[in-house]
């Protein structure tokens, strides 16, 4: 299928199918906001449901502590928790 009738979505796909990325790197291959990458890959992970793929999420992880037990792993937090640091790296994406 030619690139140019291919979604951003699917393109966002087959990139994180390649190689995993983060939020700012999505953002920058693909010419948009990081709360539009959020959005394609919440719903990247949705059209995934029910086939063998799946999305893979490292968190985000507290360059301070390490702390990288987040409730929510797609959203990046602006601090830590546990030191209050806000030098948090972002959350990686992968499909497999």
């Known amino acids: ?3 140019a009738s291919r979604t951003t979505r ?7 199918r390649e190689t995993p990325m983060d939020v700012p790197t999505l953002a920058t291959e693909f ?6 990458v959020l959005s394609h890959v919440d719903h990247i992970a949705k059209s995934l449901d029910g086939t063998d793929e799946q ?4 968190p985000p992880t507290c360059r301070e502590c390490g702390f990288d037990d987040y409730d929510d792993l797609i959203n990046r937090p602006s ?10 790296t972002p959350p990686t994406f992968a499909v497999e």
């Open 79 to 88: 601090r830590c928790p546990e030191c209050k640091h806000e030098d948090i």
């Open 55 to 58: 999305l893979l999420v490292a």
């Open 1 to 3: 299928m030619r690139e």
């Open 10 to 16: 699917e393109r966002i796909a087959d990139a994180l």
């Open 31 to 36: 010419d948009l906001t990081s709360s539009a």
